[in-house]
Each structure stands twice: as C-alpha cells, then as structure tokens.
C-alpha cells in the first residue's frame, strides 16, 4: 500500500503509538477501535497497517517500550550500598512514572487484554524490574540494614506503593514533587528499617 503523499512515517509512527496511549488510558484498550486511532492521528484507517499489524501488536509495542525505556534507564546506576540503593530506586520509580501517567496507567490495566505469548514477555521485563529491587533488599538484610522477612512480598509491595502515586499526584498539589519523594522515602525506610 502505497503512502498518502506528504506523509512522513518518521512522524506519523510515532503520532499513531501516542495518539493509541493517549485512547486505550482515556477509554481502555477494549472500547478503542482502529479507526478512532486513525481519526485522533489524522489518517485513514487502513493506513494504520502501515504502523502496526493489528490494535494487539499496538498495544504489545506500548507496554513493551514502556519496560524497555524503564530497564533502560536503571542500566547506568551504579553500584552503591543497599541504603543509598533503595533511596535511589525509590525516587526514581515516583520520577520516571509521574513522567509516563499514560503509559503507566495501560502497563497495570490493560495486561488483561494481552496474548498469552505477549503477556508472557511483558511479565519477563516485569520481573527483571523487581528483581533490581528484590536485589537492593537482598543486599540489605544480609548486611544487616534491612529487617525484610520476604524480599519478593516486600518488593511487590513497595513497588505497588510507589506506582500509586501516580493516581493522586498532582503538580498544582498541596506537596511539591521533593516533598512526596521524601515523604515516600521516609514510609520506604521505616518498612523495611532493621
């Protein structure tokens, strides 16, 4: 198929994946149809196809470009004790989602909607998130600053914690965005304090 003279796919790509987020967080995944996508992109609907094989590839794509800029992102952390490496994840999971409302909002509440094989991958990059924080606790028990029973259970738990900000945050809030981190930080230490 051929493209629609003037159009640049460097641009309309990129407008089709956040046009999508945009939709499926608004109205979820289920309730957005390929040619609402089209409308809020300005294309018509058959030329989606030239960006996406289907409304399930789409979504696959955003939730696995969303773990992949997150794992990203923690690639160049470097190796500090457990404290300073809790306070550090801490802050920068609030950070890095408070950016990423959208994308945050469909990787929790639009998992339902994957394939089998695509959830399965996004669960992998799930987990190797944890794990980096199961790690930082690890380090901590063992070197007797962290009293945390369940690594695992403490890790889902904090950072279940820590994704909720996103639901009530606002910028115009009463707190500023260092008073929430310290805030957080504080609740983060005392759970897991030995």
Same mark, same amino acid.
């Given at each position: 198929?051929?493209?629609?003279?003037?159009?640049h796919?460097?641009?309309t790509?990129? @407008?089709?994946?956040?046009? +999508?987020?945009?939709?499926?967080a608004?109205?979820?995944?289920?309730a957005?149809?390929m040619r609402?996508?089209a409308? +809020?992109?300005?294309?018509?609907?058959g030329?989606?196809?030239? !960006?996406?094989?289907?409304?399930?590839s =789409?979504?696959f794509?955003?939730?696995?470009?969303?773990?992949?800029? =997150?794992l990203? +992102?923690? %690639?160049t952390v470097?190796q500090?004790p457990?404290l300073?490496? /809790? %306070?550090?994840?801490?802050?920068?999971?609030?950070?890095?989602?408070l950016?990423?409302?959208d994308?945050?909002?469909?990787s929790?509440?639009? /998992?339902? *909607?994957?394939?089998?094989e *695509?959830f399965?991958? #996004?669960?992998? =990059?799930?987990?190797? !998130?944890?794990d980096?924080?199961?790690? #930082?606790l690890? @380090?901590g028990?063992?070197?007797?600053?962290?009293s945390?029973?369940d690594p695992?259970?403490?890790? =889902?738990?904090?950072?279940?914690?820590l994704?909720?900000? *996103?639901? $009530?945050? @606002?910028?115009?809030g009463?707190l500023?965005?260092?008073?929430?981190?310290? #805030? !957080? $930080?504080d609740?983060?230490?005392?759970?897991v304090?030995?």
């Open positions: 198929m051929a493209r629609t003279a003037g159009s796919s460097d641009i790509g990129p @407008r089709v994946r956040a046009e +999508a987020q945009r939709l499926f608004q109205h979820g995944f289920a957005v149809s609402q996508i409308s +809020a992109v300005g294309v018509q609907a030329a989606l196809y030239n !960006y996406t094989t289907d409304k399930q =789409l979504l794509d955003l939730l696995r470009s969303h773990m992949e800029d =997150l990203a +992102a923690r %690639e470097p500090m457990p300073d490496a /809790l %306070e550090q994840f801490t802050r920068f999971h609030i950070r890095f989602h950016e990423r409302t994308a945050v909002f469909i929790y509440m639009e /998992l339902r *909607n994957l394939t089998p *695509n399965a991958i #996004i669960e992998d =990059l799930r987990g190797q !998130y944890e980096q924080l199961e790690m #930082i690890r @380090r028990v063992e070197a007797g600053v962290f945390v029973p695992k259970i403490a890790t =889902l738990g904090l950072i279940a914690m994704t909720g900000v *996103n639901t $009530w945050y @606002r910028s115009q009463r500023s965005l260092d008073q929430v981190e310290k #805030i !957080y $930080w609740m983060v230490r005392k759970a304090s030995a």
